[in-house]
């Protein structure tokens, strides 16, 4: 019932890995202790890959967390600024270390927020990258496994927070920007979906008992014309 987990950073020229837009597995073994094995999931760094030369259609994002991981693939035909957006904050390490602070069984899970970081300051559900995306409403219809953009009021308000639907919700088409798709991890979305939530401070049972937690937003990029 014990999970220990550790990050490895290893130069990908000392692995001699190309870059990949899947997860490569890597065996460690121990020459004094044959019998001991350890399988990583190596992720490729991103870091010296411009946005730009992403093909954000094929681009993936995998999201892990402590219930499970999750895939998502996006619509740069419907909102290209919310992809960019959501990518770059994943290339930047934004997401990695945040909770989904906001969960509705048959609605959505709710995250991207910095304040739910350990040792931020603010209220969860209030934070932001410090700058916003224009809306980009369009005709995808809010349904299970949707990725779409919180906001407040304005339409323009969005900044990081997403949302994943866990249900249908067609009071939202057009209101607000969906811009991708679950294309794994329902099992990982109904787990979240399930957490004991407790009241908010408005009255709202949406706040879980235990933290969900969002690891890590790893790219697994795949470039133009590859």
């Keep these: 019932g014990t999970q220990v987990q550790r990050m490895l950073t290893v130069p990908g020229s000392r692995l001699g ?3 990949s837009a899947d997860l490569i597995d890597v065996t460690l073994t121990w020459k004094d202790m044959p019998s001991a094995t350890a399988v990583l999931k190596v992720a490729p760094d991103t870091s010296g890959i411009a946005l ?4 954000l259609a094929l681009t993936r ?13 996006f619509f740069p035909d419907k909102a290209p600024g919310h992809v960019k ?5 994943a290339k930047e390490h934004f997401y990695d270390g945040t909770k989904f602070h ?17 040792g931020a300051k ?7 990258p410090g700058y916003t995306v224009n809306a980009e409403f369009n005709d995808t219809r809010h349904e299970r496994g949707i990725l779409s953009m919180a906001r407040s009021g304005h339409p323009d308000s969005a900044g990081s927070q997403f949302f994943v639907l866990h249900g249908t919700a067609p009071h939202l088409d057009n209101q607000y920007s969906a811009f991708g798709i679950l294309e794994s991890g329902f099992d990982t979305l109904d787990k979240i979906a399930d957490v004991r939530v407790r009241m908010t401070e408005s009255g709202e049972p949406s706040a879980p008992v235990e933290p969900v937690h969002l690891y890590s937003a ?3 990029p795949v470039l133009k014309g590859k």
Excluded: S, W
């Design 61 to 73: 994002i995998l999201l892990i967390t402590n219930h499970g991981q999750m895939v998502v693939r």
């Design 85 to 89: 957006n959501f990518i770059k904050l």
């Design 218 to 220: 790893v790219v697994l």
């Design 17 to 19: 890995l190309p870059v």
């Design 102 to 118: 906001r969960v509705i069984k048959g609605f959505m899970l709710q995250g991207g927020c910095p304040n739910t970081k350990d």
């Design 122 to 128: 603010g209220m969860p559900g209030t934070g932001n």
């Design 52 to 55: 730009e030369d992403l093909d």
